[in-house]
């Protein structure tokens, strides 16, 4: 069993003592995530380019993705940007418009990160196991960002 607002505290630890770096502050994260729980077998964060309507990954835990780059629309990554909604994929083989990074992942979760009300990015978690994320996941990872907002940024 996970202990969910043990690891919460965990991350805010770490965001309490974050230097200007943001991107190594949000990599820990990453790790922290994708070692803790088991499925989580890669965690990373999106953020948007308004400009250019893309995604850019900036932070990761777990096998190194193609996909650094995603359009606005593109993916579920791509959908969350537009939508401003969490998306919880259970089986991936289902959706229409999915980019695959690994052929091992079966579900995933996407959670918009909101700064000043303002849909920034998103944290992206691909597990191994279909149907792996529940309301628990999806509540857990809501106020990681609210954290990360408040902390970081
Ligand atoms: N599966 C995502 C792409 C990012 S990878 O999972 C790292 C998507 O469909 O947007």
Same mark, same amino acid.
């Given at each position: 069993?996970?202990n ?7 991350? @805010? +630890?770490?965001?309490?003592?974050? &230097?200007?770096?943001k991107? !190594?502050?949000?990599? @820990? %994260?990453c790790?922290?995530?994708?070692? &803790? ?7 990373? *964060? ?7 309507? &893309?995604?850019?990954? @900036?932070?990761? +835990?777990? %096998?190194?993705s ?5 359009? *606005?629309?593109k993916?579920i990554?791509?959908?969350?940007? %537009?939508?401003?909604? #969490? ?18 992942? @079966? !579900?995933?979760?996407?959670?918009p990160? *909101?700064v000043?009300?303002?849909?920034v ?18 509540h857990?990872?809501?106020?990681? #960002? ?8």
């Amino acid at each position: 069993m996970t202990n969910y607002s043990l690891l919460l505290q965990e991350a @805010k +630890a770490l965001l309490s003592n974050a &230097t200007s770096d943001k991107d !190594s502050t949000l990599t @820990k %994260i990453c790790l922290l995530l994708q070692t &803790t729980i088991n499925h989580y077998d890669w965690v990373g *964060f999106y953020f948007a380019n308004d400009a250019e309507k &893309t995604l850019h990954l @900036k932070a990761f +835990a777990g %096998i190194p993705s193609d996909h650094t780059v995603i359009p *606005f629309g593109k993916g579920i990554c791509g959908q969350v940007a %537009i939508s401003n909604e #969490n998306f919880v994929v259970d089986d991936v083989s289902a959706q229409d418009s999915y980019i695959a990074c690994d052929i091992h992942v @079966k !579900s995933e979760i996407v959670i918009p990160l *909101f700064v000043n009300d303002k849909n920034v990015g998103q944290i992206d978690i691909d597990s191994n196991v279909i149907n792996a994320f529940s309301e628990e996941d999806a509540h857990f990872l809501e106020q990681l #960002n609210a954290a990360i907002a408040d902390l970081l940024f």
